[in-house]
């Protein structure tokens, strides 16, 4: 009987002692599990100013040929303005030196007034990018629309590229979703395209497409013809810090980004096929989140 109560004493010691070991383990994974979610957050908002930086210089790409050219009109009109002036005090101004002056005043008004028209339709458009990407905002916006916005930002990468950037996107096609999360899984699918399909200087094609799929869904397709992801990493490109450029500029959080937020805050599905004549990413959310 002592032994039978010795023995019961040390299996409830050694009882205890698991369960103080599983306790402390518990938290330790419970604060493991709260650093990974901070880092996470962390990740997310490095990735989005990351595309803030891109946006910005896409502003100022965009923006300086029409401001550029409104400058010259500008400065045109002033030449002329001072010239007639001169002419006007001596006395000198004829019918001839009136209507040429009239018609430049009004060709450069015209080219002023296009040009401001077009920076001011930038700036509001980047404007509500930015805005989007920013906020995580639910807002209704039709596809197409809200796409070339996006695609605006991306120019500039492109034009030091030989790679072109297509887009095929029917009007019409109205959403009640997430504009920034769709414009940032867009931009990171084209811009992982960019940098793994191609070799630098190697010419291409990247598009952009959409259809309905039903009446409650959209399909995108962003599609390359570049060199294709390898057989043995179709199941590791969605997973986080896989990347075959480590070291060379990749982070490999690009398309583990994607994934979170196409079958987390878009409601999704996010579909990958490859092989030597480029890839395909197929992305299908609901018209209304």
């Known amino acids: ?20 070991a599983l306790s402390n383990t518990n938290e330790q994974l419970k604060h493991a599990l709260k650093n990974l979610k901070r880092t996470q957050s962390e990740l997310l908002r490095a990735d989005k100013l990351a595309a803030l930086g891109a946006m910005v210089a896409g502003v100022s790409h965009e923006l300086n040929t029409p401001i550029g050219n409104a400058v010259m009109a500008i400065t045109t009109l002033e030449k002329q303005t001072r010239h007639f002036e001169e002419q006007y005090q001596t006395g000198a101004v004829k019918r001839s030196t009136f209507e040429d002056y009239l018609a430049i005043s009004k060709e450069s008004e015209q080219l002023v007034a296009k040009n401001l028209y077009r920076a001011a339709e930038l700036i509001t458009s980047f404007k509500q990018v930015a805005v989007d990407q920013t906020s995580a905002q639910k807002r209704t916006f039709e596809l197409r629309q809200h796409l070339e916005e996006v695609l605006l930002t991306l120019k500039p990468v492109f034009k030091k590229t030989a790679v072109k950037l297509e887009c095929d996107i029917p009007m019409g096609i109205q959403l009640n979703s997430y504009p920034g999360s769709l414009g940032q899984v867009v931009t990171n699918l084209i811009n992982n395209a960019l940098i793994h399909g191609f070799n630098t200087g190697e010419t291409g094609l990247i598009s952009l497409s959409a259809e309905k799929a039903g009446d409650s869904a959209v399909k995108l397709f962003i599609e390359d013809n570049g060199k294709g992801i390898p057989e043995e990493n179709l199941d590791k490109v969605f997973d986080p810090f896989f990347s075959t450029r480590l070291g060379e500029g990749g982070t490999g959080l690009g398309l583990h980004i994607v994934h979170n937020i196409v079958t987390g805050v878009l409601a999704g599905t996010i579909k990958l096929t490859s092989g030597e004549n480029g890839t395909l990413f197929e992305v299908e959310i609901p018209l209304n989140v």
């Open 1 to 20: 009987e002592k032994e039978i109560q010795d023995l019961n004493a040390r299996l409830e010691q050694r009882v205890a002692n698991r369960t103080t």
